[in-house]
């Protein structure tokens, strides 16, 4: 059985193919999340109205700090995952646990800072918030391309925590089907 499986390319630690694919998913988000992240460092304006920089605007702070952090994660992922070692279930949790934190971090930097490039686009009377990409439009144009790239980032991780959710569960055996209508108790034997 052994022989078999390495004709088919896997051994003892998985599918070579699979490693390799998933080392690549993971290494492609680190470089959209540096590409977003310096993106928005990068965005000021200076003009007659004054100037605006992404660090006067939380949303873009925290957009800033989660592409980092998400950045650091991918790198250091993509070694653990390229590096063949056994499947344990501690590290499937752990793919599995960081995947899912990670992939609602970056998600929740891309929604609120969605919220605020439309609010500069389009203003709100109501709280009287006015347009502010009509005197900024360079500004507004960076913010909205470091937040598009940042939804590409979450597209990835979401993937990955589909890798990594069938990683972990498909080490557990299906639950057994009983037949049974009556009323399961659990017992404790001593």
């Known amino acids: 059985r052994r022989w078999a499986a390495q004709t088919r390319g896997e051994d003892e630690y998985g599918s070579a193919t699979m490693r390799t694919v998933e080392t690549l998913l993971r290494v492609f988000p680190m470089a959209l999340c540096v590409g977003a992240l310096v993106i928005m460092l990068k965005d000021s304006q200076t003009n007659e109205y004054g100037s605006l920089s992404y660090s006067d605007i939380g949303a873009f702070r925290y957009?800033?700090?989660?592409?980092?952090?998400?950045?650091?994660?991918?790198?250091?992922?993509?070694?653990?995952?390229?590096?063949?070692?056994?499947?344990?279930?501690?590290?499937?949790?752990?793919?599995?646990?960081?995947?899912?934190?990670?992939?609602?971090?970056?998600?929740?930097?891309?929604?609120?800072?969605?919220?605020?490039?439309?609010?500069?686009?389009?203003?709100?009377?109501?709280?009287?918030?006015?347009?502010?990409?009509?005197?900024?439009?360079?500004?507004?144009?960076?913010?909205?391309?470091?937040?598009?790239?940042?939804?590409?980032?979450?597209?990835c991780y979401a993937a990955l925590s589909l890798i990594s959710s069938y990683r972990l569960f498909s080490k557990y055996d299906a639950p057994v089907a009983y037949t049974d209508k009556g009323i399961e108790i659990a017992t404790f034997h001593s």
Do not use: M, N
């Open 63 to 155: 957009l800033v700090h989660a592409s980092g952090v998400c950045a650091g994660y991918s790198l250091l992922s993509a070694v653990f995952a390229a590096v063949p070692r056994p499947s344990t279930i501690s590290r499937a949790w752990a793919f599995f646990l960081l995947d899912q934190l990670l992939t609602y971090v970056i998600l929740a930097a891309a929604a609120i800072s969605t919220e605020v490039v439309y609010l500069a686009y389009k203003g709100d009377a109501s709280i009287t918030w006015s347009r502010t990409c009509g005197s900024f439009g360079g500004f507004c144009r960076k913010a909205t391309a470091s937040v598009v790239i940042t939804f590409v980032v979450t597209l």
